[in-house]
């Protein structure tokens, strides 16, 4: 967000991040970068000055987790999104050769 951060005043916005609970992502950090630098870089586009705020959504029982950006254009708001799946708890805590070690193969 901070190499957005100029960008994003040229244009006169501001980002807003609303709070929220750490989530687990079974995803690359660098994916989940590339992402949401996307996201905000499309929100940045498509908005009137004002505030650009960024929510995320963690719902039991949702199969992913929702970031979203919700802007002001011209005439009316809009909500752009981004979705990751769910970290699935209790998932290969024993690492990547979890599964090979349950079948009895030993790891190189």
């Keep these: 967000m901070r190499a957005a951060a100029p960008v994003c005043a040229a244009r006169g916005l501001t980002v807003v991040v609303r709070p929220f609970a750490p989530v687990r992502l079974p995803t690359t950090g660098a994916r989940v970068y590339r992402s949401l ?7 940045s586009r498509s908005a009137a000055p004002g505030a650009i ?12 987790i929702e970031v979203t950006a919700t802007v002001r254009d011209d005439r009316r708001g809009r909500v752009l999104r981004v979705t990751f799946p769910r970290h699935a708890a ?12 349950e079948a009895g193969a030993q790891p190189a």
């Design 37 to 43: 630098r996307r996201l905000l870089s499309d929100a």
């Design 53 to 64: 705020t960024l929510s995320v959504y963690d719902r039991l029982g949702a199969a992913v």
């Design 90 to 101: 209790g998932s290969l805590e024993g690492g990547f050769f979890e599964g090979v070690a």
